[in-house]
């Protein structure tokens, strides 16, 4: 696709990711870390915040998708993804958060659907903390009401690929953040 636009450059990226490293390193100071990985959009987010913090830490991810109710891609980007609000688990964290120190890491935040089914779920651990950090958030797209405790840019209501979205499986490995237009 060679119309994408470019809305947030690698570099603001970095930069931006670093102050939420730095912030979490300052927020759990002296104290151990696992994130937890929205497959697959947030692999990349997650690499880059993980080397920000400067604390002992440890990775899990956990897999969702939407059930049968997600558009195509095409369709998705025309009208943006309706979900009726049921997100089904394709995979679960390997180990216990319970008494841990949790941090969902996700790409973006959306209507809150996913987020809201992760954090039931994992609250189900009784972690000792559990916070949210999502790249990007859509604020006009809620639908449930959940605010992220790490979020990188609040973006208009685009579709935007890169960085680790996708745009049917590809774009993920853009170093830019860029807005597909909406023909
Ligand atoms: P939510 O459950 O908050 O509505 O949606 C979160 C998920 O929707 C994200 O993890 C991502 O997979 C997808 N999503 C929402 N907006 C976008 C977007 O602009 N671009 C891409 N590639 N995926 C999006």
């Known amino acids: 696709m060679s119309d994408l636009k470019v809305l947030i450059r690698h570099d603001e990226i970095a930069k931006r990711v670093a102050e939420l490293g730095a912030q979490i390193t300052h927020d759990f100071a002296g104290q151990s870390i696992i994130f937890v990985g929205v497959l697959k959009g947030a692999a990349i987010f997650?690499?880059?915040?993980?080397?920000?913090?400067?604390?002992?830490?440890?990775?899990d991810f956990i897999g969702v998708s939407s059930y049968g109710n997600r558009p195509s891609p095409k369709q998705?980007?025309?009208?943006?993804?309706?979900?009726?609000?049921?997100?089904?688990?394709?995979?679960?964290v390997d180990q216990s958060m319970k008494d841990k120190n949790v941090i969902v890491v996700e790409d973006i935040l959306d209507t809150?659907?996913?987020?809201?089914?992760?954090?039931?779920?994992?609250l189900a651990h009784q972690p000792r903390n559990l916070k949210i950090a999502a790249l990007l958030d859509k604020p006009s797209r809620r639908k449930l009401p959940l605010e992220g405790d790490?979020?990188?840019f609040k973006i208009p209501d685009e579709f935007v690929v890169?960085?680790?979205?996708?745009?049917?499986?590809?774009?993920?490995?853009?170093?830019?953040?860029?807005?597909?237009?909406?023909?």
Do not use: H, M
Not at 82 to 90: A, F, H, P
Not at 112 to 122: A, E, I, R, V
Not at 162 to 183: F, H, K, S
């Open 46 to 59: 997650l690499s880059d915040l993980a080397r920000q913090v400067k604390l002992d830490a440890t990775f």
């Open 76 to 92: 998705e980007l025309k009208s943006g993804w309706d979900s009726t609000g049921e997100v089904k688990l394709t995979k679960d």
């Open 112 to 122: 809150g659907l996913t987020l809201t089914f992760l954090k039931k779920l994992l």
């Open 150 to 152: 790490y979020v990188g």
């Open 162 to 183: 890169g960085y680790g979205l996708d745009y049917a499986e590809r774009y993920r490995n853009l170093a830019d953040i860029c807005v597909v237009p909406r023909q």
